[in-house]
């Protein structure tokens, strides 16, 4: 069998794979996203708890391996409390609790960037720390944070290939399946790169683009 017969044989799955692979993306950054912006304003918190629990949280995802906590999510949570996800759902579960640490890191960074003084400016015209939070320093901390944020959707998505130990069927998997059946590694693992490539390259270039736009605002 020839390389393009095996491209054409491959490409269903594989399809298959990718559409599963951004499902999971989009959603964990998603939710991740909402989770990453609840723990970084815990992070810059008044209240000690709250900036306790964000730094617990952050710790725990970013000292630990995403392939650990996949192992935990997908075999140790039903071992200790009987309750079993699917592979899809334990995938997506780490990807988000993944994606949030990363990205509560980015929006503490964000807010951090802004001017105290925008704050004290904000606080000395009435305004409750809640609104000037809301209104005045997250609409210029977001300016700062859109490229990060976009590298790490980036990293999210090549980051689900690791999902395909606890047997998630996203692309990595789907290849690792295929090349089961016809020993074709070589060229099965070049396709699946290509597939990674392509989508990584798109999200690159829309990153550039946004990066371009939010340069000639602030000109």
Not at 50 to 55: K, M, P
Not at 168 to 185: D, H, V, Y
């Amino acid at each position: 069998m020839g390389f393009f017969e095996l491209f054409m044989q491959s490409l269903p799955r594989l399809v298959q794979g990718i559409w599963i692979t951004l499902q999971a993306t989009l959603i964990s950054l998603l939710v991740g996203t909402v989770l990453g912006i609840i723990f970084g304003l815990f992070s810059v918190s008044k209240v000690g708890f709250l900036r306790g629990l964000n730094r617990v949280y952050v710790d725990i995802i970013r000292g630990t391996p995403l392939i650990v906590q996949a192992f935990f999510i997908y075999f140790g949570i039903p071992n200790l409390t009987g309750i079993r996800f699917e592979s899809f759902t334990a995938g997506t579960i780490t990807l988000t609790l993944n994606a949030g640490a990363y990205i509560a890191e980015i929006v503490r960074g964000g807010i951090q960037a802004v001017n105290v003084g925008q704050m004290e400016a904000a606080r000395s015209l009435g305004m409750p720390r809640r609104m000037a939070m809301r209104k005045v320093i997250l609409p210029q901390a977001v300016r700062t944070m859109i490229p990060a944020l976009i590298n790490q959707f980036i990293i999210t998505l090549k980051d689900s290939s690791i999902l395909s130990v606890i047997g998630m069927p996203e692309l990595t998997q789907k290849g690792k399946l295929i090349i089961a059946n016809n020993f074709r590694s070589a060229e099965i693992w070049m396709i699946v790169g290509a597939m990674y490539f392509i989508v990584i390259m798109v999200l690159t270039q829309v990153s550039k683009v946004i990066e371009r736009n939010l340069e000639y605002g602030k000109s």
